[in-house]
Every structure is written in structure tokens, then in C-alpha cells.
């Protein structure tokens, strides 16, 4: 298995451009994760979903941030309008059976940069 | 606030000592976990430990759960420095809800 798949790596965008990440979960897990990573805040969820629904969306910054998982296969996390303060590293997980069955499997990550 | 406190945040040894680092919170978990992160990577699973008091062995590094579920350790012995990364923990309140994690402990093993 390939693993979790994010694109893009890195995106660079200007303030105010809409930003487009993808994710294509391990075949097979039920369950989706959207987590923000920085320095100050370490890893927070954004939020997840169970069988393509999303169940917990609460930490999702604000309005400007939606996600979709359109299938079992593929999921979105879009921000629009950017700000600089969306800076981060955002992973995609996935995982079978919720947090207690054998962990989550993460992505590489998409690096985002707003300027 | 931060349901996980990790501590400490930075810690740098030579190749050959031992260390501990520490996840403690006021909540009980149903599980929690310890991951491990390299740069520009994901974080990756190293263990899962459900039962308080448990103890797991990987190697050269022992997890515990405390006996109340509101914490845990991870000892490594003898680090090397393919040790060096970011360890994280991650908590589950219940098996519905999704992990939690702390801001990590930044390990660099020299040689």
C-alpha cells in the first residue's frame, strides 16, 4: 500500500487565493483525519470523518475552512479566502476502527505557506 | 489549553545515555499512543497502550500508562542517534471521539 497520499507537498499562495488540499486515505479505513501542525499550537484536529460523514468539525478555525470527502477515496480541506495566519503544515490520517485500533496513519503533509 | 503537556519540550543527549520523557494530563484516557515524527514527515505509530499500568517494550524504548490512565512515559535506553525526532502522544477520551495529541518532545542525539 502506498500510504496515506497528500498534494500538493508545498503550496506558496498570496493572501486572499483560494488553497486546495487533496487527500487520498489508505484503502480500506473508515475513518479521516485533517490535523494543523505548528510550533506554537503543536498538532490540532480540524476535523473527521466516519465513513465520509464528518462527525466532528469544531475545530475547524472559521468559516473560511470547509472540507469534503466526496467518497472513501478522496477527501478536500479548501481555504478560502487564505490569511498568513494559515500558515502550517497540514496532515491527512486515516485509520480503521477509531483511535483504538492500530493508531493512524499520516501523510507527508502539505507545507502551506501565505503571503 | 492544551489537554496533553509533554515534557521536557527540548532535550538533547549524547549517543549512549538514557532519557525519559513525560505525557501527563487532568483527563483519563480510554488510550493513548506515542508516535514519532521526522522532519518533513508525518508522524509515525510506535506503540498503543489501552490498560492502566501497562507497560510495552520496543526495542530499546518501555512505555508506561499510569495506573489511572492520566499519563504515561516513554524510557529510552542507550539512545542512538537514529533516536532524534519528535515524539509525540496522543490520547483518546473515548473510542468515538479522535486523538489528541501534545506538542511533542524534540529529541537530538549526538554522537
Known amino acids: 500500500d502506498a500510504g496515506v497520499i497528500q498534494s500538493p507537498r508545498h503550496e506558496v499562495t498570496e493572501m486572499g487565493q483560494e488553497v486546495t488540499l487533496r487527500c487520498k486515505p489508505i484503502?480500506?479505513?473508515?475513518?479521516l483525519f485533517w490535523y494543523r501542525q505548528t510550533m506554537m499550537r503543536g498538532l490540532e484536529l480540524l476535523i473527521y470523518?466516519?465513513?465520509?460523514?464528518?462527525?466532528?468539525d469544531s475545530g475547524m478555525p472559521e468559516d473560511r475552512f470547509s472540507a469534503k470527502m466526496p467518497n472513501a477515496s478522496f477527501s478536500t480541506l479548501k481555504i478560502q479566502p487564505s490569511e498568513p495566519r494559515d500558515s502550517a503544515v497540514y496532515f491527512c490520517?486515516?485509520?480503521?476502527?477509531?483511535?483504538?485500533?492500530?493508531?493512524?496513519?499520516f501523510g507527508s503533509g502539505t507545507r502551506l505557506t501565505v503571503v | 489549553t492544551q489537554l496533553l503537556e509533554q515534557s521536557p519540550q527540548f532535550l538533547s543527549i549524547q549517543e549512549g545515555e538514557n532519557l525519559t520523557v513525560y505525557c501527563n494530563s487532568s483527563s483519563v484516557f480510554s488510550s493513548l499512543q506515542w508516535y514519532r515524527q521526522e522532519p518533513g514527515e508525518g508522524p509515525v505509530l510506535l506503540v498503543t497502550?489501552?490498560?492502566?499500568?501497562e507497560v510495552k517494550k520496543l526495542k530499546r524504548l518501555t512505555f508506561q500508562f499510569g495506573d489511572a490512565r492520566k499519563d504515561s512515559s516513554l524510557h529510552i535506553t542507550a539512545a542512538q542517534p537514529g533516536d532524534t525526532g519528535l515524539y509525540l502522544c496522543a490520547g483518546a477520551l473515548n473510542s468515538g471521539y479522535a486523538l489528541n495529541f501534545g506538542k511533542g518532545t524534540s529529541l537530538l542525539v549526538t554522537p
Open positions: 484503502s480500506g479505513h473508515n475513518s
Open positions: 497502550v489501552v490498560t492502566g499500568g
Open positions: 470523518f466516519n465513513n465520509n460523514v464528518p462527525i466532528d
Open positions: 490520517a486515516s485509520s480503521s476502527s477509531g483511535a483504538l485500533a492500530g493508531g493512524y496513519t
